[in-house]
């Protein structure tokens, strides 16, 4: 990029960075916390989730703000860090894990606008039926066109939603405060009927929901070519991570002051509604139904310009083949924005064969993302490790960053194990034929497909993808 470029795109500054952020956070997931909650736990173990996943993704927000600092040529931070850290095959599961795990969390979105719209339009049910999804497939290339006409243009359109839709929420958190029965919570405290089960049981069954609305956390890093300043980047990142922390506690908290935990547990999605309607009345599910329909198309844009972005970014980079590299006359990355919409189509085609759609591909998205995320914070603690950059760049810091990393490192690599061998094996049939533009982009360079440990890893997530689908075939795996 000349520098001309670089002047004419780096225009955000970190109001509207930090806006990326929210924005990409705040989606379906918040709108789904009273159920999912309820299900799992009780305000003790609530509190437990939200200090552990508030700590861990703190750390990595921490870990994207430190690494914006060290490694300023980095543009793309998720999946430039990948490669740098651990070379080219792991860069690229890196990027188009990313990009996949997006994908799928768009698809959770529409999934959740139409069991909105089912409950009072039964023709979309819980959001899988037939006129469920050729709804969704207009609005999928609908946005795809709309953000056709520009990058910049759509961000400013995102910042404007991201305003609109905290609203709601905020009315919800504020509202409920009155309506807030200390018995009710006393009761839901340790969780009734959940508390038949360890405390370490019901809190692991909050931590892959809690992974999935944190999602986005990386937002301003992605977003970093287009940055004004480059010290902008850790701070939207930062500052967007602890209003949207506040916004998300607040919102389980509060309606576990409302109604008993097995009301919770078994509330219609998107389970804000039925909280706030037990305590204002019928106006209250309308007024969360409009606000989950506008927040959740404002994170679906947000989400839809980060996944093209890091396709096209990674082709820059000849980690991808060169076709995704080509861009509009609006600098839009149109190809990779067809493959990400293209596969937003397809996934969103198989949610006609699952029985709980939404929690499906939240489950799976959240899989999906920690790669990534886990390959990030490792290198921020490689880069402590070996010092690399500290002999110039703060070396008052290492200590206290190396300790940042280590949690951060730690917290990914539990989620992964703790996700299970189900969404593993589930990501894996994903990854495995993904390498298909790893190989094409290695054929482009004229460079051999595979080292003996890449072809060792390779391997691995082809057999994976291979139990993935007998477990699908056979039942053991359900969708």
């Keep these: 990029m000349t520098a001309s470029e670089q002047t004419a795109t780096k225009k955000m500054p970190l109001l509207t960075l930090s806006a990326m952020v929210v924005g990409s956070m705040v989606g379906a997931g918040v709108f789904s916390l009273p159920r999912n909650f309820g299900q799992a736990t009780g305000g003790f173990g609530a509190i437990i989730a939200w200090t552990i996943a508030g700590t861990g993704m703190l750390m990595l927000a921490f870990v994207f703000q430190t690494l914006a600092v060290r490694k300023p040529d980095l543009d793309a931070g998720v999946y430039a860090y990948a490669k740098a850290g651990f070379g080219e095959y792991l860069g690229f599961f890196s990027a188009f894990g990313y990009w996949a795990s997006a994908c799928v969390g768009n698809v959770s979105y529409w999934v959740l ?68 029965d200390p018995g009710v919570f006393a009761d839901n405290f340790w969780g009734g009927d959940a508390y038949s089960e360890s405390l370490v049981e019901q809190v692991r069954s909050t931590m892959l929901v809690t992974v999935f609305v944190f999602l986005g956390i990386e937002g301003a890093s992605v977003y970093s070519r287009y940055a004004r300043k480059r010290e902008d980047i850790g701070r939207a990142t930062v500052l967007g991570f602890l209003s949207v922390l506040a916004i998300f506690a607040s919102v389980t908290m509060v309606s576990f002051g409302i109604m008993p935990r097995d009301e919770l547990a078994v509330a219609q999605q998107p389970s804000m509604s039925p909280v706030f309607e037990s305590a204002v009345g019928t106006w209250g599910a309308w007024f969360i139904s409009i606000g989950l329909i506008i927040s959740v198309l404002g994170a679906y844009l947000a989400w839809t310009l980060m996944a093209a972005e890091v396709l096209f970014v990674a082709a820059k980079d000849r980690d991808m083949p060169s076709f995704l590299a080509r ?92 996700a299970g061998l189900e969404f593993l094996l589930l990501s894996c049939i994903i990854y495995a034929p993904g390498t298909i533009l790893f190989a094409l982009t290695r054929r482009e360079a004229g460079k051999r497909i595979f080292s003996p440990w890449e072809a060792v890893m390779f391997a691995v997530v082809a057999l994976g993808a291979v139990v993935g689908i007998v477990g699908l075939a056979t039942g053991a795996i359900s969708i």
């Excluded at 520009?150 to 609109?164: D, F, H, P, S, Y």
């Excluded at 949610?351 to 959240?366: E, G, H, M, Q, V």
Aim: proline share 3%; glycine share 4%.
């Design 327 to 418: 861009v509009n006359g609006a600098n839009v990355p149109v190809v990779a924005l067809i493959f990400t919409t293209v596969l937003i189509q397809i996934v969103l085609i198989t949610t006609l064969f699952s029985d709980d759609a939404f929690t499906f591909t939240l489950k799976l998205c959240s899989s999906l993302s920690l790669v990534p995320y886990l390959l990030a914070a490792a290198y921020a603690l490689k880069l402590a490790y070996t010092r690399e950059t500290y002999e110039r760049i703060q070396p008052d810091n290492r200590v206290k960053e190396f300790a940042i990393a280590f949690v951060a490192t730690f917290y990914t690599a539990f989620m992964l194990v703790a």
């Design 113 to 180: 606008i139409k069991s909105t719209l089912g409950q009072v339009l039964p023709i979309f049910g819980e959001g899988n039926t037939i006129a469920a999804v050729l709804l969704s497939t207009v609005c999928i290339w609908a946005f795809h066109f709309m953000v056709l006409r520009g990058v910049q243009e759509a961000a400013t359109i995102n910042q404007i939603v991201t305003v609109a839709k905290l609203v709601p929420i905020l009315v919800f958190i504020v509202v409920l405060l009155f309506f807030f």
